[in-house]
């Protein structure tokens, strides 16, 4: 399970900071790029956005990751 566990994990690593490297390079020409960046203080979401639409969508997101977090934790 561990082994399962620790491949999916780096592989959703790999898979974001290819999506990050593909969100550069499209928007690199682009003058008004908004951006959003959210993360887990503990169990509390946080995020930071320059822009009040991204900001919720990145805190949603944070929510239902940590809703799954919590829903794989009773099933360990």
Excluded: R, T, Y
């Excluded at 082994?3 to 003058?31: D, H, M, Q, T």
């Amino acid at each position: 399970m561990e082994n399962i566990l620790l491949k999916s994990g780096f592989l959703l690593i790999l898979i974001g900071f290819l999506l990050i490297f593909i969100g550069v390079i499209l928007s690199a020409k682009n003058e008004n790029v908004k951006f959003g960046f959210g993360g887990f203080i503990g169990p509390i979401p946080f995020g930071f956005a320059n822009d009040p639409k991204i900001l919720v969508l990145v805190l949603l997101v944070s929510l239902i990751i940590l809703v799954f977090f919590f829903l794989s934790i009773k099933q360990i």
